[in-house]
């Protein structure tokens, strides 16, 4: 592992500030050799309107969403970007201010009404943002920007032209889904998100959206609720931004970061308030493991897997072994929540007053988690995790229940191994070996990791004053070796000619392979997917 990077120069300011988009594609200058089967786009996705009307965004998730694709033909490569012309983002720019109220940002009131006026238009209730700022996914033959509320906005992958918005509320029983669905091989996609249970209790429900349909109709309008899981508080949903799916199992981590809805409706209709503070921590319960079957669609209310508190956002990857589920996943120690520590302000300050806020911040780890699945056979106060290659344990306490301690597979001070990416088409719901990711050093993204699950091996992509995003894993044709591709990761690199590239690693040694730089700064991504 290479020693720790300093930033006193806080380039990284950059990342965070307002871009135009493009009138058309520009062209790339191409160092290094492009491998001759690499054909196809790198489509992603992030704010690219930090302010409007002279008032900044506040969170990191606030901005407006921007698409940014990398094209790459014949051994050519371009950069093109488009603003998604959501609800959010049209009326922000036509009104000159924020309209719709964001993450961290409440809607800035219209100084054309009267504070009567005001008031009522809060408390007609709340208008829920359209921002897809957070990853871009497909449904059958069409491409949709997500966030993680109900709306989903389809786009087009090659001209970047926004299409059409989409209330998933019309088709599904959810209040929203998260931006990390999950996709079976024929094209089916799982997700999950908060619902109305029984009795006004809130609970979450597993989503199922066919494959693309012969007769041409739209999948959405053949979308069900494939299973329902409990919350453990009948009016505070655990927040949601990922979950596991093994070959038979869908396995949900109820984290004690909480969102409290009566807070949710009461602020702000009256008041107005934003996402952030509705958000609390439950400081008692620890995380729980829920898993249902995937095929009967049922839930085993009968595992009862618990654990110390933990933030979740990304699974690695979730795989079942002679009657165990490995759940490897990035956690962050506590019930703290962390995006609050995602504040622009925050992540704009200069370097040292960022390391001083990150020190208050959870403790970022990737762990692993052994469930199993036959919880009768052994005693109580007994390991029941018997797979050789791991020290994660079970054991079954009196009341039932079955606490989970992890192994740690990557660890270091104030170094989280975040926006995780395995070679997915490969081994998704199977037992693997490498894990890829963003190194965020005190929050700020400034190195590529490889991570060897099994031996804890390491390798490292770092360059001086170079921010990369999250590495996205594409196999060469006809490879035999898990970690035989490339990565692709859009980097920055203020004050450079030319400040943003599209880095390309080879996934086995994490060296070089090329890069494609452009003439333009780009602001932070989050998350994206390789369209071939």
Same mark, same amino acid.
Request: with cysteine; charged share 20%.
């Given at each position: ?134 990853? @871009? !996914?497909? /449904? #059958?033959?069409? +491409? ?6 109900? %709306?989903?906005?389809?786009?087009? &992958? ?30 089916? @996609? !799982?997700? /999950? #998100?908060?619902? +109305? ?6 609970? %979450?429900?597993?989503?199922?959206? &066919? ?322």
């Amino acid at each position: 592992m290479v020693s720790r990077v300093e930033h006193p120069a806080a380039g990284y300011r950059k990342i965070f500030e307002t871009v135009e988009e493009l009138n058309e594609p520009i062209p790339a200058q191409i160092t290094g050799d492009l491998p001759s089967w690499l054909g196809g786009s790198l489509l992603r996705m992030g704010p690219g309107l930090f302010e409007v009307g002279g008032e900044p965004f506040n969170h990191l998730f606030d901005g407006q969403a921007l698409i940014h694709k990398f094209d790459l033909r014949n051994g050519q490569v371009t950069y093109y970007r488009k603003f998604i012309k959501t609800d959010a983002y049209v009326r922000a720019m036509t009104e000159n201010r924020v309209v719709i109220t964001e993450f961290g940002t409440a809607a800035y009131p219209d100084p054309c009404k009267n504070i009567f006026s005001r008031f009522f238009t809060y408390f007609r209730g709340i208008e829920v943002t359209d921002n897809c700022i957070v990853n @871009v !996914y497909p /449904i #059958g033959e069409d +491409f949709y920007a997500v966030t993680e509320t109900n %709306y989903i906005t389809k786009v087009d &992958p090659d001209s970047l032209e926004t299409l059409k918005k989409v209330d998933l509320c019309k088709y599904l029983s959810v209040n929203g889904v998260t931006a990390h669905p999950h996709t079976d091989t024929d094209g089916t @996609v !799982y997700n /999950i #998100g908060n619902c +109305f249970g029984k009795n006004m209790s809130l609970a %979450y429900n597993i989503i199922k959206i &066919p494959p693309a349909q012969a007769d041409e109709s739209d999948p959405l309008e053949k979308s069900q609720v494939v299973v329902q899981l409990p919350s453990s508080e009948r009016l505070k949903p655990s927040y949601i931004h990922s979950f596991g799916l093994t070959e038979n199992y869908f396995v949900f981590v109820e984290q004690p970061v909480k969102i409290n809805l009566l807070k949710f409706l009461s602020a702000w209709s009256i008041r107005g308030a934003t996402y952030m503070d509705c958000f609390e921590p439950n400081e008692s319960m620890g995380s729980w493991f829920h898993l249902a079957t995937k095929e009967s669609a049922s839930y085993l209310s009968s595992h009862k897997f618990r654990t110390s508190a933990f933030n979740l956002f990304h699974h690695i990857n979730t795989y079942e072994d002679q009657g165990f589920i490995v759940v490897d996943l990035c956690a962050w120690k506590g019930h703290d929540f962390v995006y609050n520590y995602l504040y622009l302000a925050n992540l704009k300050k200069e370097w040292e007053e960022v390391k001083k806020a990150a020190m208050r911040a959870p403790q970022p780890e990737v762990r692993r988690y052994v469930l199993p699945l036959d919880i009768h056979r052994e005693e109580q106060g007994k390991n029941l995790v018997s797979l050789p290659y791991t020290t994660a344990t079970a054991v079954l306490h009196s009341n039932g229940t079955i606490w989970v301690e992890p192994e740690v597979l990557f660890s270091r001070p104030r170094e989280a191994f975040e926006f995780p990416q395995i070679n997915y088409s490969r081994c998704r719901g199977k037992s693997y070996s490498f894990v890829y990711g963003l190194g965020l050093n005190h929050f700020i993204p400034d190195r590529i990791i490889k991570l060897n699950v099994q031996t804890k091996e390491t390798w490292v992509w770092q360059e001086e004053e170079c921010y990369p995003s999250e590495p996205l894993f594409v196999p060469t044709p006809g490879a035999t070796e898990e970690d035989d591709g490339v990565l692709l990761s859009v980097v920055v690199k203020p004050g450079a000619e030319k400040p943003g590239f599209l880095l390309v690693l080879d996934a086995m040694k994490l060296t070089e392979v090329a890069r494609a730089e452009v003439n333009t700064l780009i602001p932070v991504t989050l998350h994206g997917m390789y369209k071939p």
